[in-house]
């Protein structure tokens, strides 16, 4: 039990962390329009929350948990990708 607390606590704040680095980030690299650019990531942010926490049910009722992993593992894919294709190189 204690290694499933210990990865609980591990994977919840790096989200947070993250989470914070990204919001922070959304207004300073912006090259105009600072307050609309962290706008919108938090209604990206919050908007998909709602949405993929919502499937996330559909998929735990539908699959059980190897459905809602696969959901996850999916997002994943999907963000790593965006993140290779958005961010630039240096």
């Given at each position: ?11 919840t704040g790096g989200f947070f962390a993250s ?56 997002l994943t894919v999907v963000a790593t990708a ?9």
């Amino acid at each position: 039990m204690w290694v499933i607390v210990l990865g609980m606590v591990v994977l919840t704040g790096g989200f947070f962390a993250s989470h914070a680095v990204a919001s922070g980030w959304s207004g300073a690299l912006a090259v105009a329009g600072r307050s609309q650019s962290a706008s919108l990531y938090n209604v990206g942010y919050y908007g998909g929350s709602s949405l993929f926490g919502y499937l996330g049910g559909i998929f735990l009722a539908g699959a059980g948990w190897a459905g809602t992993v696969a959901m996850v593992i999916a997002l994943t894919v999907v963000a790593t990708a965006l993140v290779v294709a958005v961010l630039p190189r240096e």
